[in-house]
C-alpha cells in the first residue's frame, strides 16, 4: 500500500511569516506533486518533481517555492505567507508508466491570520 | 491546454437512487487517459476508476465508467446509491507527457441521504 505522509497536518501562520509544509513517501517513486484543495477550483497544481534536485512549477506557483532534497522527501516552502494561501495542501507521489496512478498524502491545512 | 469540466458542483441523491456524474475533457491529444478520484471526509483523495481505452467500461467498487472519445466525456456511474458513498468525486486528465501530472475538474460533492 502506498504510504505518503505530511507533516504538519495543521498549520496556522501570521501574514508574512514562513512555513514549510513537508511531505514524505515511501513508496519510492519518482515523481511527487503539491496541490492546494479549495472549494470551486478543485485540486490545483503548485509545483511538482521528477527526482531528488528537481522541482518544477505546476499551474499556479506564484507566492510557493519547493524543494526535493532526496527521493523520498518534498517540501512546499511559502517565504512570505498570505491568508489568500489558507488552503488545504495535498502532496503525492507517483511512478511514471502505463497509468501514472497518484497516491495522495492526508494533508496539511493551513491557515495563514 | 488541456482542461476538465464537471458541471455539478452538488449532486444530491436519495439512497438507492442511481448516481451519475458528468465529467468532460478537453485535449489536443488522441491519447486521453481518465480518471475518478474520489475523496471522503478525513481520508486522502484515492483513484477509484481509470480508463485510457475508447468506449470500454470500467467498474471498481460499484461504480463504472467510460470512456467516450467521440463525446469526450468519461462520467461516472453507480446504479444505486448508499449512505456510503456520500464524497468529493474528482475527474482528471492525464497530460501527454512522462511527468504524470493531472489536470482535475473542480470536483464534484456528493450526498446521499436516507
Known amino acids: 500500500e502506498a504510504a505518503v505522509t505530511q507533516s504538519p497536518r495543521n498549520k496556522v501562520a501570521v501574514t508574512g511569516g514562513k512555513v514549510t509544509l513537508s511531505c514524505n513517501q515511501t513508496?519510492?517513486?519518482?515523481?511527487m506533486y503539491w496541490y492546494r484543495q479549495d472549494t470551486g477550483h478543485g485540486l490545483r497544481l503548485i509545483h511538482y518533481?521528477?527526482?531528488?534536485?528537481?522541482?518544477e512549477k505546476g499551474d499556479i506557483p506564484d507566492g510557493y517555492k519547493a524543494s526535493r532534497p532526496s527521493q523520498e522527501n518534498f517540501s512546499l516552502i511559502l517565504e512570505l505567507a498570505t491568508p489568500s494561501q489558507t488552503s488545504v495542501y495535498f502532496c503525492a507521489s507517483g511512478e511514471t508508466g502505463s497509468s501514472y496512478e497518484q497516491y495522495f498524502g492526508p494533508g496539511t491545512r493551513l491557515t495563514v491570520l | 491546454g488541456d482542461s476538465v469540466t464537471q458541471k455539478e458542483g452538488l449532486v444530491t441523491l436519495t439512497e438507492g437512487l442511481p448516481v451519475m456524474l458528468n465529467c468532460t475533457y478537453q485535449?489536443?491529444?488522441?491519447?486521453?487517459?481518465l480518471f475518478w478520484y474520489v475523496h471522503y471526509l478525513n481520508e486522502s483523495p484515492r483513484l477509484l476508476l481509470k480508463s485510457s481505452t475508447d468506449n470500454k467500461r470500467t467498474e471498481h467498487q460499484g461504480f463504472h465508467a467510460t470512456l467516450h472519445k467521440s463525446s469526450s466525456s468519461f462520467h461516472l456511474q453507480k446504479s444505486s446509491a448508499q449512505l456510503s458513498d456520500s464524497a468529493l468525486y474528482y475527474c482528471?486528465?492525464?497530460?501527454?507527457?512522462?511527468?504524470?501530472?493531472?489536470?482535475f475538474g473542480d470536483g464534484t460533492v456528493l450526498t446521499v441521504k436516507p
Open positions: 518533481s521528477y527526482g531528488a534536485g528537481s522541482t
Open positions: 485535449t489536443i491529444y488522441s491519447n486521453a487517459f
Open positions: 482528471a486528465l492525464r497530460h501527454n507527457t512522462n511527468t504524470g501530472k493531472l489536470t
Open positions: 513508496n519510492n517513486h519518482n515523481n
